[in-house]
């Protein structure tokens, strides 16, 4: 059974850092695009990034210069980094896994709270 245990969320102050985690298992990670996504209350879930099966990198360009996405096949994650961050970034972060004509998979998310 395919899982996506997300970790790494947390309340930081404006300008601080997070590394979000995300271990996938039950699935044949290399196949797949990873993305993170977030969701801030009352708004539309927003894709913040994402890296492809050959590490073919996309931002929201919101993000862009701040986080940072990578992937390590051999242990099964997906990370974000992210710095500089600010209070619109506060949102419940969710990982994601998905490949063409295949099933999507999603974590169950951790929350990230930008406030001073």
């Known amino acids: 059974q395919a899982q996506l245990a997300e970790s790494g969320g947390g309340l930081v102050q404006p300008g601080g850092s997070l590394r979000l985690s995300c271990a996938a298992s039950?699935?044949?990670?290399?196949?797949?695009?990873m993305g993170w996504y977030r969701q801030a209350p009352g708004k539309q879930r927003e894709l913040v990034a994402a890296?492809?099966?050959?590490?073919?990198?996309n931002y929201l360009d919101s993000v862009k210069g701040r986080f940072t996405i990578s992937r390590d096949n051999a242990k099964n994650t997906v990370y974000l980094q992210m710095s500089s961050l600010k209070p619109e970034d506060t949102a419940a972060y969710y990982c994601?896994?998905?490949?063409?004509?295949?099933?999507?998979?999603w974590g169950q998310g951790t929350q990230v709270t930008v406030s001073s």
């Open positions: 039950g699935i044949i990670f290399s196949m797949y695009g």
């Open positions: 890296i492809t099966r050959g590490g073919r990198i």
């Open positions: 994601n896994a998905d490949r063409i004509n295949g099933p999507v998979y």
